[in-house]
């Protein structure tokens, strides 16, 4: 019956219900197969027509949430970087700290001089001869994708930098590149176009295999946001302090006390932040 049942994207678009796609979500958060059949059926008998995806994703939670607190804050992970606002600056930290556990020497928020004008650049990441200028594109609504224009401005703005950074000593062996890095998706016409004049392009899931769900997940690099042990308003402490992975508070504890978080707290906070550290 489920199978036939229309739910509503976030878009509004209303397509059929999908149930590979809810267990595919489920099976990234390490759950036993057990469990995820056991939420697939109380999900299945529990949806309706015109049911919202993020209905759909609530239930899911709570009920991973029951089963796992670590498996719902893997399964929450898109929301959590979602989190990050309102600013962009905490997204633009967890790209460097991404790349710099990727090998890179990274430098977050830096003014370049550029042929022209002076750029503020996010990250600079430095590697081998790979010398990057990424740009990182922050939306606090999944329904807010990365247009062509994007990728049209940050090249430009590359190009400028580029002919600055190749009259540098030892910079004319470098392979010098752009890119942009957003937390939720590119139009198809913005993948061309960066493509195109190729610009690293990394979103939620783009490359596929290598976007930042997959990269996150890989190295152990959630953000604190995905932790249901912390209080949005706790949260909202460490990020302004410069805090942005659950790595981060796993190897400094009186990061809790600074914050003012209740001693009886701390072992189901950092329990689960050593969880979420772990490499897959």
Known sequence: MSNKINIVKHSGESVPFDVKKLIKSLKRTQTSDESIQQIIEQIQSNIYEGITTKKIYQMAFKLLKGKSRVSASKYKLKKALMELGPSGFPFEKLVGKIMKHEGFETKVGVIVQGNCVHHEVDVIALKDNNHYMIECKYHSDQGRFCNVKIPLYIHSRFLDVEKQWERQKGHQAKLHKGGVYTNTRFTTDAI??????????????????????????KLGLHPLTALTTLTKAEKTKLLDTGIVLCKELHENPSLLEKIGVPKPRYKTILEDSRELCRKH
């Not at 061309?192 to 783009?206: A, I, K, M, R």
């Open 192 to 217: 061309q176009y960066g493509e195109c004049v190729g610009l690293l392009l990394t979103s939620w899931d783009y490359p596929k295999g290598n976007g930042l769900k997959d990269r996150i997940n």
